[in-house]
């Protein structure tokens, strides 16, 4: 098996799509890259998105999923709490 590329629709496209992540839709989430193929640019988003899945870890006293551990390791310095000991 090797690596996915999985497309989320535009109109679902923002912070909200996190939820798919908490709930453990993705196995091991390696980077998340946006595109914007009308302007001709795409971001590397995985430090932001791990913040904010970080915050909402937090925020909703969650516990982390184990499928989320890498990705949040290798994209924030400031792990959540139940990550960081």
Do not use: C, K
């Not at 999985?6 to 989430?29: F, I």
């Not at 937090?58 to 989320?68: Q, S």
């Amino acid at each position: 098996m090797g690596r996915a590329w999985r497309e989320t629709e535009e109109e679902r496209a923002n912070l909200e799509t996190v939820n798919d992540l908490l709930e453990g839709q993705y196995s091991n989430p390696v980077r998340i890259v946006a595109f914007n193929t009308a302007e001709n640019w795409s971001h590397d988003v995985s430090e932001d998105i791990a913040h904010e899945l970080g915050r909402r870890i937090a925020l909703e006293r969650r516990d982390v999923i184990p499928e989320l551990e890498d990705f949040l390791e290798r994209h924030t310095d400031d792990l959540p709490a139940q990550l960081s000991a």
